[in-house]
């Protein structure tokens, strides 16, 4: 499967992966995985990392469900969320600012930031070094340079 989620314990982070080519049905059969997992919190920030994509078919109104979905799961679960997607490529970045726009048509439920590079994530989330560790080795890189509390 393209799309790999794993809940980063104990930091209470949710890390998933897209690869290859994302379809929809791909998309939401790993967003419901992610959600039905038990060590999944209401409100848990997650790392969206887009980096190995080379292709979607996903088109708008699909991606308007999707999104209705995500405000929908936070807005009945009262706890608003933290998105950090993770892009280098212009259709990974179009992919993810459709999905921002179309999720801030409802305020307050999710916050989205775009980013070019685990560097700014990780400097964003300010994480601890032994935090830091819990993501795959190569989402590590240069992360020393960014983070506040490794100094």
């Known amino acids: 499967m393209p799309i790999e989620n794993q809940i980063l314990s104990p930091a209470a982070l949710a890390y998933r992966r897209f690869s290859g080519h994302v379809t929809m049905a791909e998309l939401t059969a790993s967003s419901q995985a992610l959600h039905a997992d038990p060590a999944y919190v209401p409100g848990t920030h997650t790392v969206v990392d887009m980096l190995d994509v080379t292709d979607f078919d996903i088109g708008f109104d699909q991606m308007r469900d999707f999104a209705a979905l995500t405000r929908n799961r936070h807005s009945a679960r009262g706890k608003p969320v933290h998105i950090f997607i993770v892009c280098s490529s212009e259709q990974g970045r ?58």
């Open 94 to 151: 179009w992919l993810a600012e459709m999905f921002r726009a179309l999720v801030d048509l409802e305020p307050g439920l999710a916050n989205i930031d775009i980013l070019h590079g685990f560097p700014e994530v990780l400097a964003l989330l300010d994480l601890p070094p032994d935090t830091i560790k819990l993501f795959p080795e190569d989402c590590q890189t240069e992360s020393h340079l960014l983070n506040r509390r490794s100094s």
